[in-house]
């Protein structure tokens, strides 16, 4: 067993996240059932078969057995505090190893009570059929049982990992999660209120009351019961209201952290796969030319160049001596064009990874949406199917009509049984539909959107240049338009020809001649402004750049730090190419004092076999690879948030090392100062 915090790695991510969250926000569910089975009789007598206010069959309750009465409180108590022992677990207020046996003792326990207490009213004293039936709290009693003892093995499960090693004694819950658990048992709460409030006013009895509450928040209004009082319409509006407000919280929470847990679990699973064949796979020109050139290595393993899709060289090693070839490396000196290409390669490598990592995550994320929604849908029509006496088929479209929140109002549940069943499931089901909605506006109506601009750019508004573009791709088509556009222009007396070329051109090309000297001075000074946007140097311009002062670098560093920020800002998903990242990278290594000002080189080999590590100092990261474990590409911040830091970064090194400058310069003074004042002495 671990240690309650360590910084080892945690396994079993499902034990350790997804278990106690889905205990912490289906506990409540259950403690809201054992309440319906409290306050409520378990049996009722039939008074009229035809539909009365609550919607279903007119009943009426009679009294339990006192054992039945009192056992059934003893299993509240236990479900509740079991809940408090399982938040206090989570809050850390009693330690791990005592606040979650508790639970499951006292979970197993109300299991164990409520699956007595149901056994034996239905064989020593059940209702006299036709005219008695079991009522919504003695299936609610069936419900809770169910669900408490679920939540008590999985939680085993949890504690059984803890018992193995595979995390620590604590939950590992950020505090978005811990709201989450604030949140569903705040709406919980909610719905209880809003029951207790409904059940006098609308004259139904409690479980009626919880069940149109549940229908209310949801928005289905099926219609079925309504309140028919100003009274009730008036506290309809800001129950509604609120209510409408926390489900959505719980819904946008319960969202972010099923992103979050599949993120940190399967996409940078998924993502260190793909880096880490790419990185054993990955080798640069240098490394091949010096191998076979060092004799060090007897001529062995010397790997066969491969060309990547992406134009990155690859090379196969029967034999993993990477030692002399990182030897004969270092030795060597290799022009800065050949390092800005293969360090490009190896930038493209990466991106491509993270594209298609984005192409996975979404769409793994809407596979599983859709499982999900299949799951929730087809197991509660079958159900309800049991449940309502209706066909299988009648089952799917009302399930289906209450996940899309229709609710037509022509199927809905009438039973005892079916209703304290439909109040649990659409809790479940509608924020699974809200999560696929959610998935599909990234992958389906997201391609839906692009084809329709695509569509809408040659049909509907054509923007300039489309159809140009379009016949590009067609020579032979673009030939024949261009000799019928000359006809014509020879019919009209326009010249053919370069000349007429020269002359079609369009004015805005060309320098005006009307412009004042103040507004071609103006045009030329935003041009000339470090601090605005200008055309990306390829790079071979930027291999062949000697490289600015030390202070024209400080004040580029100035610009690219304005720069950035405005990017970060305004665009979370702003992505730079190779070009736009060596120029920061220059920024970001010129105040290392043993970096050349124009070295534009980012990935250096450091480290130990097999692997290349971050180079930093007392003030930040200096170096990187693009496909090692902590290439900027695969941070979790934005790409300007990423290199705004690196910047702010190596603004403080320049202003240190500036103040170190100072100071030795002053030391050199007085030092000059001292042995001109001896001399004279000694003179």
Not at 122 to 144: E, G, K, L, N, R
Not at 359 to 384: H, K, M, Q, Y
Request: proline share 6%; net charge negative; charged share 20%.
């Amino acid at each position: 067993m671990r240690p309650p915090e360590d910084d080892e790695p945690q396994s079993w991510w499902i034990a350790s996240t997804a278990i106690p969250l889905v205990a912490a926000a289906t506990g409540p569910l259950a403690n809201v059932m054992s309440i319906v089975a409290l306050v409520m009789p378990w049996r009722s007598n039939i008074i009229s078969t035809e539909e009365g206010p609550a919607g279903n069959i007119i009943q009426k309750g009679y009294p339990d057995p006192r054992w039945t009465t009192a056992l059934n409180a003893v299993s509240l108590v236990c479900g509740v505090v079991g809940n408090v022992f399982l938040l206090f677990n989570f809050t850390q207020t009693v330690r791990y190893i005592i606040a979650l046996p508790v639970t499951i003792i006292l979970w197993f326990l109300a299991t164990g009570i409520l699956g007595g207490i149901t056994a034996a009213m239905s064989v020593y004293s059940p209702p006299t059929a036709p005219d008695q039936i079991f009522s919504q709290a003695y299936w609610s009693a069936v419900i809770a049982a169910i669900l408490y003892f679920i939540l008590s093995i999985i939680l085993m499960i949890n504690m059984l990992g803890y018992f193995l090693g595979r995390y620590p004694q604590h939950f590992s819950l950020t505090d978005d999660q811990r709201t989450l658990i604030l949140q569903m048992t705040a709406f919980v709460m909610w719905l209880l209120i809003g029951a207790a409030i409904f059940q006098r006013v609308l004259g139904i009895s409690f479980a009626d009351a919880l069940y149109f509450c549940d229908v209310t928040v949801l928005t289905l209004g099926f219609g079925d019961i309504t309140a028919h009082t100003a009274v009730g319409r008036g506290l309809i509006w800001p129950y509604a209201v609120i209510g409408i407000i926390m489900l959505g919280l719980v819904v946008g929470s319960i969202h972010q952290f099923a992103r979050e847990v599949h993120y940190d679990n399967v996409v940078r699973k998924h993502i260190e796969e793909k880096r880490q064949s790419t990185f054993n796979r990955s080798i640069n020109l240098e490394e091949l030319h010096a191998a076979r050139e060092n004799p060090s290595n007897g001529g062995k393993d010397v790997p066969a160049p491969v060309l990547l899709r992406d134009g990155s060289v690859t090379a196969h090693y029967k034999h993993h001596s990477h030692q002399p070839i990182r030897n004969a490396l270092r030795a060597s000196r290799r022009p800065k064009l050949l390092v800005m290409r293969e360090e490009k390669d190896r930038f493209v490598a990466m991106r491509a990874i993270q594209y298609e990592t984005m192409r996975f995550r979404r769409w793994n994320d809407l596979i599983l949406s859709v499982i999900a929604f299949g799951i929730v849908w087809t197991c509660g029509a079958v159900v309800f199917w049991q449940l309502e006496e209706i066909s299988y088929f009648e089952g799917l479209y009302f399930c289906f009509c209450s996940l899309i929140t229709i609710g037509y109002g022509d199927f809905t549940p009438q039973s005892n049984a079916g209703r304290p069943f439909f109040v649990l499931w659409s809790l479940i089901a509608i924020p699974t539909m809200t999560m696929l909605i959610s998935q599909m506006s990234d992958t389906v109506v997201a391609s839906f959107k692009h084809a329709t601009d695509k569509v809408g750019d040659y049909v509907v508004l054509p923007q300039s240049g489309k159809y140009r573009a379009f016949l590009d791709h067609f020579p032979r088509i673009q030939q024949a338009v261009q000799r019928r556009q000359e006809k014509k222009r020879v019919k009209r007396g326009f010249q053919v020809g370069a000349e007429a070329d020269e002359e079609a051109e369009p004015e805005t090309n060309r320098p005006s001649s009307t412009s004042g000297p103040k507004e071609v001075d103006q045009q030329h000074s935003s041009h000339n402004d470090p601090s605005h946007d200008h055309p990306h140097r390829t790079i071979e311009e930027l291999a062949r750049d000697p490289g600015p002062s030390p202070f024209e670098l400080a004040q580029q560093l100035a610009f690219a730090i304005r720069r950035t920020t405005h990017d970060a800002v305004d665009s979370q998903h702003k992505r730079y190419s190779y070009e736009e990242w060596a120029e920061f990278t220059r920024l970001i290594q010129f105040t290392d004092p043993q970096t050349r000002p124009s070295s534009y080189s980012t990935s250096q080999p450091r480290g130990g076999e097999g692997c290349v590590s971050v180079d930093s100092d007392e003030y930040g990261v200096l170096n990187w690879d693009w496909i090692g474990e902590n290439s900027p590409l695969l941070a979790k911040q934005s790409e300007p948030e990423w290199i705004l830091d690196r910047l702010c970064e190596s603004l403080i090194r320049y202003v240190s090392t500036q103040e170190q400058s100072r100071a030795t310069g002053a030391r050199g003074v007085d030092a000059e100062e001292a042995t001109l004042r001896k001399e004279k002495d000694l003179g």
